[in-house]
């Protein structure tokens, strides 16, 4: 059975797996988007006892959340209703995006996701 590994927000996780990792700040400034999140999806996996091939990262940032699961090996769900709504002419919850409009955003952040959903819920 496949376990969900959600992709975490940077602004807030981002100091505390950083804290929990060992590392400090200052060398956290000078590590790449794309690097951080290989730590944290490596870090992640580890903890859950499981490989990218088990994995998959759901979130809505192309910069953060997808390209992080691209640079990782990991599979990933993006959430079109999120962050880069407006930019994909999103209007409302559970709005589908036009495909042409993610595969352009996509191609723009150098971010491709396994997957596209609307919304995410729990």
């Known amino acids: 059975m496949e376990?969900?590994?959600?992709?975490l927000s940077l602004?807030?996780?981002?100091?505390?797996f950083?804290?929990?990792?060992?590392?400090?700040?200052?060398?956290?400034?000078?590590?790449?988007v794309s690097t951080l999140w290989q730590i944290i999806y490596k870090s992640a996996m580890?903890?859950?006892g499981v490989d990218a091939f088990d994995s998959i990262?759901?979130?809505d940032s192309?910069?953060?959340?997808?390209?992080?699961?691209?640079?990782?090996g990991i599979r990933s769900a993006f959430i079109t209703g999120g962050i880069h709504a407006t930019e994909l002419g999103?209007?409302?919850?559970?709005?589908?995006?036009?495909?042409?409009?993610?595969?352009?955003?996509?191609?723009?952040?150098?971010?491709?996701?396994s997957f596209v959903l609307p919304s995410f819920t729990w």
Do not use: R
Request: hydrophobic residues 50%.
């Open 3 to 7: 376990k969900l590994l959600l992709s």
């Open 11 to 16: 602004s807030y996780h981002c100091c505390f």
């Open 18 to 32: 950083f804290f929990f990792l060992g590392y400090t700040f200052p060398l956290a400034a000078l590590i790449t």
């Open 46 to 48: 580890e903890l859950a």
């Open 57 to 59: 990262a759901v979130g």
């Open 62 to 72: 192309l910069h953060h959340d997808i390209k992080g699961a691209n640079a990782s």
């Open 90 to 113: 999103v209007n409302s919850f559970g709005e589908e995006a036009a495909l042409s409009s993610v595969q352009a955003l996509a191609s723009k952040y150098d971010a491709y996701p």
